[in-house]
């Protein structure tokens, strides 16, 4: 699978609260896979986000996609947004009157997936670097476009050699004396 991208809406946001390493926001979120070979499907997920005093936010999601009423995979995305603009005081951010600004903010990272579907098996043998995101948490949305950045086949490593064979995880192709 050379990649992904899909489209949602935070259906929750709970502030955690400050930190010593800055403000913690749970951010709960829902959407659908609009490319790759899950298309259609649903993503759900939680992004355990914080927001440093440096106003760069530490994105960290665990996700699900499901087809029906199966998980089709699981998803982890580590990275970071860079706000374009100041962000004021994080205690500001508490405030029952602050508004998040209706601004686009750019989204940078890698996908791990570990997958139970066959149409992602090969996901599985690979990372998604993040090749364009971003989220506004004033409209509420979030969107991704992830590549591969080593594109394999079903079963195969990125050095092309066979991840179920013997020979390619380094035992001796005799395994008749396994434990």
Known sequence: MDGYAFEGRFTNIVPVGLTPLGLRVDLDFTGTITEGPLTGATLLGTDFFLLRPDGI??????????????????????????????????????????????????????????????EWSAATATVYGASSGAVNLAARTLRLEATSLAPTSAGQGVDGRNLASDESAGRPADTKSRC
């Open 57 to 118: 936010g530490q994105v960290h999601t665990r996700e699900r996609i499901t087809r029906g009423d199966r998980v089709a995979a699981s998803l982890q995305f580590i990275g970071y947004v860079v706000p374009p603009i100041a962000m004021p005081a994080l205690s500001v951010l508490l405030s029952p009157d602050f508004q998040w600004p209706d601004i686009d903010l750019p989204m940078h990272g890698a996908t791990f997936v570990e997958a139970a579907s066959e």
